[in-house]
């Protein structure tokens, strides 16, 4: 293995395993949090490859590959329950145990639940409606961390 080939293996393997650990320590189980970190190794990969800067490119990676996780967590709780709220309860209270202490957290939870349950009475579909709970909730989150630097 040429040195250039071993120094990118072993930066994607500290991409993973910092995602993973971060994942992990954020309330996803342990499982998920491997998912997550390979998510985000296989994204930044990608677009560093593509010249993106490695912060930029882990910026963009993890809230994807959280995204992708949060949407799998809601689709088999929603086939297991066949209820739509039950299954959105569930993935807030994943994101709570990962939000504790966070700045704005409170605010984007209430947002997040008013705009699932608006866009489940406007007809969206469930998974719609949760992704666009979520990237609601999401935002909310970053300007609030945003406002206290």
């Known amino acids: 293995m040429s040195m250039d080939n071993k120094v990118i293996e072993e930066v994607k393997d ?3 395993g910092m995602a993973t650990g971060a994942a992990s320590l954020s309330g996803w189980s342990a499982g998920q ?3 997550i970190g390979a998510k985000v190794q296989e994204a930044t990969t990608a677009r560093v490859a593509q010249g993106q800067e490695l912060s930029s490119a882990l910026d963009a990676s993890v809230p994807e590959a959280e995204m992708v996780l949060i949407m ?3 689709c088999k709780a929603l086939d297991e329950t ?3 709220m039950a299954a959105f309860e569930r993935v807030v209270a994943i994101k709570r145990k990962a939000t504790v202490g966070v700045p704005g957290v409170d605010q ?3 947002v997040a639940e008013v705009e699932y349950r608006d866009a489940i009475k406007a007809g ?3 998974q719609a409606a949760v992704l666009s709970a979520f990237l609601s909730a999401g935002a909310i989150i970053r ?3 945003a406002s206290t630097h």
């Open 108 to 110: 984007a939870e209430k």
């Open 143 to 145: 300007a609030m961390h």
């Open 72 to 74: 799998d967590v809601f």
């Open 124 to 126: 969206l579909a469930p």
């Open 14 to 16: 500290a991409i993973m």
């Open 33 to 35: 949090a491997v998912l």
């Open 82 to 84: 066949q209820d739509a």
